[in-house]
Structures are given as structure tokens and as C-alpha cells.
């Protein structure tokens, strides 16, 4: 069929459009239309307009426009059919009629333009106006609603937006380049196929580089209408963002697009199932126990588990603090008393250790979660960087208390780009150095001595000193002269406003510094240490509790008071010798630790405890680690112990104390403050320097 | 669902007007697909009824079932739930695509269409 033959079907249906239309504004005049009469006028017209706008009549299909507009507002009820606007119509009708005839013998078309102005002024007056006024439609009437957007944007023409947007695409990218795509559950409903998608992106030349399906969850977990995959594909460089957007165009907001190797991946929108474990079911029912040769032991259903509100564990937790002070108090009374109860009592001790670590158990969930999201930003980081990365994970199943777990994502994750956009060399260097081509990150866990270490480890280039020092001098954080050992110098990387992010690349510099890592693991009760070697590579260790309820403290007397210092701050203590303590101006001293000079924070002083020492010497100084004021040396009467201690805010039974973090109770029923190394610290610095000022 | 190899796609074109189906017959056809039409929903619902197609083309204004009663019914039963269906708009504005989605349509073909573009659409929907 030739497309003249077409358009003469499309003439004859014009015919017969015109006679419906006709015909139903007949049934107006004479007041006898119902709503599908409108019906009937309005899709002969919108007929009309359809063919027109297919075989290129501009001047019919702009006519057609206008007039469909008004019809759709009478239609819709918000223009009220009245004598005037029938007769309105009918004129209007005429009007198509020489259009059509114009079009079919290619003639002039007719004039127009005071009817379209009088169609548009009916359906604004009347758009605005009640349906029950008669104005003539003749009468000049000012316009005061304006055509509503729709009408007045495309008037008249259908224009093919999408060839036009393919038109003036941006000019083609040089080389191939990414796309990343994730169809969420609405891709796949209602015929979609994000399948039939992903063939027309390979056959117009782009190849899917990789598969995410990190998201997958186990068989039983898995709702076959949600979209856990994501794919990765390169594409030529003649293809266009439009070209691909088209082609999904279709799936709208349910197919997630990245453009461009540095867009990070589009979020899932994956929908949880109504989790069906939580409940507790019947033994056996909700988990069928695997297929074995022999039935008999029904064996305990694996993973089964019950809910439990937060709140009433933390209570059950607090419970179980309170029985280990009650339990140390008796102690501490007993073997005063003459350790008439020894046995006993050792068997209440291991009770109640064993209570708590059951308790501690219920918080605790393993380190796999947050492990299990390493290999996914791997995967972008290997993406956007180019380097090869190879992933081993160990110690998964060590467990920590929920709380960190939740809090240990963001560290990790920054220390995980930092080792690959700053540890790990390009392959060509690595190959230079005698490495393989591939790099290795390592990630483990493991529990020692009631604590979790965690290792970040590389096997890239080692921290470039030379490089870290300088830009230490150069951020005005260190003197240029300053003698630095080795470790000294890694940890200047965690020095607030050290960030070698901006000169590298653009990944790990997400507004995050190693400082705020370090802020963060410190939060946590935890602590960070480097261990690097040139050539070599660079492993982060986080030394963490197990807990947060519960923390390592060392107990030291000051005066007559006696306070905890957090194990966390502590790096050493020591008796000074004779001429390590140096005095700075009138009342300020420095101790010398291995030829580095730290400021001596004189605790007793500082808190006004009475009858403390008053001279290092006598004493005894704790170094300290601090966020902000590096090292300091913690001048204390003695240290009598160092033990785990229950951890009572201060804020809810009294008030906020500056330089206290809290308090505890001791062994003999004491309360003991534990001490806000961070702010003490800060506060006698920055004392110190007014003073010298002063 | 999908066809045997070799096979030809099959359309079903849902239009009131002659002048349309012929305009999508005649691109549809030249680009190899079978092509079969319909006057309208009701038609439509009734072909397929006894017939099987792999996409489904239709107009939306159309006499005694409109194209979106056509989706909703097709929809509602599990023989066409998963059928790709395309509607023809005059619309080109985002949320009258919004509604052809919302009322179950696969995608939609802006008229008038550039022979290719519709090739295209339908060939990205064929299952």
C-alpha cells in the first residue's frame, strides 16, 4: 500500500469524521446530546488531528488542536454547552471542512485566525467562568484565565520530541565509555523486560562488562519480581546518553541509569518480604530441616530467632552490669573479711562472668554484615580507578555488639577506598616493582584478649613519608624541622585537615577525612594504628570493644579521689627520672618521652582534688593519646588497677561535667569518674598557652 | 510466549481509524512483522480471545472500549498480563506517558511516529 493510498483512506475517514461531528453538534442544537454525543464530536476531531499531524498537514492539524481543546474541556464538563457555543461549533466545523479540502487538493488553507481566537477565548472564558452563563460568544472577551499550559505550549504541533533530542545530542564522547543500570521491580511489570533492553544496548555495540548481584539474597529469601541485579556495560563512543535513554525510556524512574564511570551505581529499591523467621513458628515448620540419610534426631532448626525489642535488652544489660559490681563489691568484702567463702565465690564470679557474656552474645551479630558490602565497593572502586583488586576476607564470623557494627560501615568503607585509590599502585608500576599486576586487599577480624582487632591490610606502595611530612609542613600542622619517627609520620594522615584526597583522585575525597575515621573509631571506645612498610604495603588496625556498655579502664588515685582513665586514650605510663620533666615558663612542664617533649596535665590540679603530688617525680604520668592535641602525659598519684567497668552517664543521673565522660561504680561501692581524656587535655593546653600569653 | 525462531513478530493494531491502521500496517509490515487490526477495544478483546499475538498497538480514544478499558482488561486476566502493549498518544508530555504506564501500558508510540522509531519501540518490547 502506498502511503497515497493510505491518505486517501485517510480523506474518506475525514468524510466520515465530518459527519459525525455534524451529526452530534445537530443533537446539541436541538438540546438532546448526551455524553457520548460529545464523545463522538470530540474523537472525530481528535481523528482528524491524528492523521493530519501523519501525513505532515501543519495548518489542519493546528486547526484541529485548538478546536480538540475546546471539545475536551465540554467533554470534560468545565465548558458548558450553551445555544452560543453550538453555534460556535458549528462555524468551527465549517472551517475543518475547507481545511480538509485544502488539504486533500493542496490548496491555500482557509483563513482561521479570528476563529481560533474566538475557540480559545470560549474554552478560557468558560474554563474560569459557571457553566450556567450565557455571554454571546461574538462579544469580545477579555481573556482572564490563561490557556492552561498544555494548550499553550505545543500549540498545534505534535512535535517528535525524541527525534529532536537524538538531533541535538551532545557531540559523541572520544573514547568507550560506562553505563550502569539497575532495573528496579517496576521494570518488570505490565510486559517490561529489562532483558530486551540490555540486547539493544549489546547489539548496538556495548558489551556488559560486569554483573552486580551482590544483592542476591539466599534461595528462601528471594522474591523473583524484585530487581537485585545490576549490570556494568561499556559502550561505544558514538553512542549517545540519548540513544541509551531512549531505549528505556520506557521504564521510566524503574530501571536506575548512571552515566559515566564516576556515577556511582543506582540505589536498589528493593522491597524487604514480610520476613517470615521472626515469627516464632512450630519447630520445623518454617525451616525444614535438611534432607538426611537417617531422620531420627530432629535436629535444632538452624537460624531460628525471635524478635526482641531493643530497649528491653539494653534494660537486661544494665541488669547484668549492676550483678558484676554487686558481684565485685562482695568480693573486695569477703577476701577482706578473710576469704572464709572462697570457693563460693569463685563460682558466683564465673556465674556472673558467664551471664554477661551470654547477655553481651544477644547484642552481638557477626562482622560479616559489614564485610559482606566490601566486595561491591570493591567492584565500583576497581571500576572508576582501573586497578585490579583481589578481596580475602577472614574471621567473617567474629562477633561484635550491634551498635559498632552499625557504626563500623562508614570507617571501614573509607579505609577501604583509601587503601585502593592511595595504597595499591596501577598495574604498571606494581609490575615494575616486581609485584603481580593484581593487587590484595586484605579484611579480617578476630577477637583477642576481649577485644576485636580488625586489619585493613594492602599490599601497595607503603605510606609515602617524605610526601606526608611535607604536606604536613605545608598545612602548617608540624614544623618543618620537626623529628619525626616513621609511625610518627603515618599517624600525621589523621591530623584534622590532612587530606592528600584532592591530589589523587576524586573517590576518597567524599567530604570525609582519615581524621573523621579516626573520630569515628574513637567514638566507638576504639582505636587505630598504622602499620606500613615502603614497598610493602599498609595495613589500618582498629582495635575495638566488644561492647559499649562495658569498657577496659585503667584505675588511678589522685589525691583522694579515685577516677578511671579509658584504655582506649592510653599508650603507656612511666615513673620519670630525675630531669625528664622540664619546666615551660612558671607552671607549665614538658616530659621528655625519647627525645619528644609532650605537656605534663597535672590531673590533681586540674580537678582540684585535694592532697595530690605535686611534682611529676613523685608520681606517676600516664601519655595519652588525644583527638586534638596529639600525645600529653597524664600526671597521676599511682595506678591500683586496670579492669572493665560498667559505664553510667553522668547526664541523666546529674548533669554534663566537663572532663568527665561518666561514671562507675568500683569493686568496694565507690563511685569513680571516668575521665574525658579528650576535653581535660584540651582544656590545660589551651589553659596553659592563655597563661604563657597572659 | 515469544515465538519460534524465524517466526515473525506478531502485532495486533488497535485503531478506530482506517487511515492509522493502514499507516501502521504499512510500516509494520515493511519491517517483516505480521500485523493483524482491530477496529477497536471491544474488537480487539474479542480477537484475542482466540488468537495470539506478541504485541499489542493501541489508540486510546476509541468507540465502546477505549484503549485503557482494553489494557485494564487484558491485564485483569492472566493470558495477556505479561503482553507488551504499546498505546498510540498524541501526548508528549511526561505525565501523560506517566498515565499509559499507570493504566498498564508497556510503552507508547507519539503520534504521528516516525516509521523507524515505531519499529523500534515495538521491536524493544517483543518478548
Redesign the interface.
Known amino acids: 500500500?502506498t502511503?497515497e493510498?493510505?491518505?486517501a483512506?485517510?480523506f474518506?475517514?475525514c468524510e466520515e469524521s465530518l459527519a459525525a461531528a455534524e451529526a452530534g453538534l445537530a443533537a446539541c442544537k436541538a438540546g438532546t446530546e448526551d455524553a457520548d454525543t460529545i464523545?463522538?464530536i470530540?474523537?472525530a476531531v481528535?481523528?482528524i488531528?491524528?492523521?493530519a499531524?501523519?501525513?505532515?498537514h501543519v495548518a489542519l492539524q493546528a486547526f484541529t488542536h485548538t478546536y480538540e481543546t475546546l471539545l475536551s474541556d465540554v467533554r470534560e464538563g468545565t465548558v458548558a454547552i450553551t445555544p452560543p457555543l453550538t453555534e460556535l461549533m458549528l462555524r468551527a466545523l465549517d472551517t475543518l471542512s475547507d481545511h480538509v479540502s485544502a488539504a486533500q487538493e493542496g490548496t491555500a488553507p482557509p483563513a482561521d485566525a479570528a476563529l481560533l481566537a474566538e475557540l480559545t477565548a470560549a474554552q478560557a472564558a468558560h474554563a474560569g467562568a459557571a457553566p450556567a452563563l450565557e455571554t454571546p460568544a461574538s462579544a469580545p472577551v477579555p481573556a482572564p484565565t490563561p490557556v492552561p499550559a498544555?494548550a499553550a505550549?505545543?500549540q498545534g504541533f505534535?512535535?517528535?520530541?525524541?527525534?529532536l533530542l537524538d538531533d541535538l545530542a551532545a557531540p559523541a564522547p572520544a573514547a568507550e565509555w560506562t553505563l550502569r543500570l539497575r532495573p528496579h521491580a517496576g521494570a518488570m511489570v505490565?510486559?517490561?523486560?529489562p532483558l530486551?533492553?540490555l540486547r539493544?544496548l549489546v547489539s548496538a555495540g556495548g558489551r556488559v562488562s560486569e554483573c552486580d548481584w551482590s544483592l542476591v539474597p539466599e534461595l528462601d529469601a528471594l522474591d523473583p519480581f524484585q530487581g537485585y541485579l545490576g549490570w556494568t556495560l561499556c559502550l561505544p563512543a558514538d553512542m549517545t546518553e540519548a540513544a541509551v535513554a531512549e531505549?528505556f525510556?520506557?521504564a521510566?524512574d524503574d530501571c536506575g541509569l548512571a552515566f559515566g564511570g564516576d556515577a556511582p551505581f543506582p540505589p536498589a529499591r528493593i522491597v524487604a518480604p514480610p520476613a517470615p523467621a521472626a515469627v516464632p513458628a512450630a519447630p520445623g515448620a518454617a525451616n525444614p530441616a535438611p534432607c538426611a540419610a537417617t531422620q531420627p534426631p530432629p535436629a535444632p532448626p538452624a537460624g531460628q530467632s525471635i524478635r526482641i525489642d531493643l530497649p528491653k535488652l539494653d534494660r537486661l544489660i544494665d541488669a547484668v552490669g549492676e550483678l558484676v559490681i554487686a558481684q565485685a563489691m562482695l568480693a573486695q568484702r569477703l577476701g577482706s573479711d578473710g576469704a572464709s567463702a572462697a570457693e563460693e565465690l569463685a563460682l558466683i564470679e564465673t556465674l556472673t562472668r558467664d551471664i554477661q557474656e551470654s547477655a553481651m552474645a544477644i547484642r552481638a551479630q557477626p562482622i560479616g554484615s559489614v564485610f559482606s558490602r566490601v566486595p561491591r565497593i570493591l567492584r565500583e572502586l576497581t571500576q572508576s580507578t582501573g586497578k585490579h583488586v583481589r578481596l580475602e576476607v577472614s574471621g567473617e564470623a567474629t562477633e561484635l555488639d550491634k551498635t559498632v557494627i552499625e557504626r563500623l560501615g562508614e570507617p571501614l568503607t573509607h579505609l577501604i577506598r583509601n587503601a585502593v585509590d592511595h595504597g595499591i599502585e596501577p598495574a604498571d608500576r606494581r609490575l615494575a616493582a616486581g609485584k603481580s599486576a593484581e593487587g590484595t586487599l586484605r579484611l579480617s577480624a578476630e577477637q583477642r584478649s576481649g577485644r576485636i582487632l580488625i586489619r585493613v591490610e594492602d599490599d601497595g606502595a607503603g605510606i609515602d613519608r617524605a610526601r606526608v611530612f611535607a604536606k604536613a609542613v605545608e598545612k602548617g600542622l608540624i614544623a618543618p624541622d620537626a623529628q619525626l619517627s616513621g609511625e610518627e609520620i603515618d599517624l600525621l594522615i589523621f591530623a584534622p585537615g590532612f587530606s592528600t584526597a584532592q591530589q589523587v583522585s576524586n573517590i576518597s575525597g567524599r567530604g570525609v577525612g582519615m581524621d573523621v575515621v579516626r573520630q569515628n573509631v574513637k567514638d566507638l571506645g576504639g582505636r587505630i594504628t598504622i602499620e606500613s612498610v615502603a614497598g610493602k604495603g599498609t595495613a589500618f588496625v582498629l582495635t575495638l570493644p566488644l561492647t559499649l556498655a562495658i569498657s577496659d579502664g585503667m584505675i588511678v588515685n589522685v589525691g583522694d579521689q579515685t577516677m578511671v582513665v579509658p584504655l582506649a586514650h592510653v599508650i603507656e605510663s612511666l615513673r620519670p627520672a630525675p630531669g625528664d620533666v622540664k619546666g615551660l615558663g612558671a607552671r607549665r612542664q614538658m616530659l621528655n618521652v625519647r627525645g619528644r617533649f609532650i605537656p605534663v596535665v597535672p590531673l590533681g590540679r586540674e580537678l582540684g582534688a585535694a592532697g595530690c603530688r605535686e611534682y611529676p617525680e613523685q608520681g606517676v604520668l600516664i601519655v595519652v593519646d588525644t583527638e586534638a592535641h596529639g600525645q600529653a602525659a597524664l600526671l597521676v598519684d599511682s595506678i591500683s588497677d586496670q579492669r572493665q567497668f560498667v559505664i553510667k552517664s553522668l547526664d541523666t543521673h546529674y548533669r554534663q561535667v566537663e572532663g568527665v565522660a561518666g561514671a562507675t561504680i568500683l569493686g568496694d561501692g565507690r563511685v569513680a569518674l571516668i575521665l574525658d581524656v579528650d576535653g581535660l587535655v584540651a582544656r590545660s593546653v589551651a589553659a596553659g598557652q592563655l597563661r604563657e600569653a597572659a | 510466549m515469544s515465538t519460534a525462531p524465524n517466526q515473525p513478530t506478531r502485532v495486533l493494531t488497535v485503531d478506530d481509524s482506517a487511515s492509522m491502521r493502514a499507516l501502521l500496517n504499512h510500516a509494520l509490515a515493511s519491517s517483516g512483522f505480521e500485523v493483524h487490526q482491530a477496529d477497536d477495544g471491544q474488537a480487539a478483546l474479542e480477537w484475542l480471545v482466540v488468537n495470539d499475538v506478541d504485541v499489542v498497538i493501541t489508540d486510546i480514544n476509541m468507540p465502546r472500549l477505549d484503549g485503557f478499558g482494553l489494557i485494564e482488561r487484558l491485564r485483569a486476566g492472566s493470558r495477556h498480563a505479561d503482553r507488551p502493549i504499546l498505546v498510540l498518544t498524541t501526548e508528549s508530555a511526561p505525565e501523560k506517558k506517566q498515565r499509559a504506564r499507570e493504566a498498564g501500558a508497556t510503552g507508547w508510540i507519539v503520534k504521528p511516529f516516525d516509521p523507524d522509531k515505531l519499529v523500534a519501540a515495538v521491536r524493544r518490547v517483543a518478548h
Open positions: 500500500m502511503s493510498e493510505i491518505q483512506i485517510f474518506a475517514e464523545n463522538a470530540f474523537r481528535h481523528s488531528k491524528g492523521g499531524g501523519a501525513f505532515g498544555s505550549a505545543d505534535d512535535l517528535d520530541l525524541d527525534a505490565n510486559g517490561g523486560e530486551l533492553m539493544e531505549i525510556e520506557f521510566g
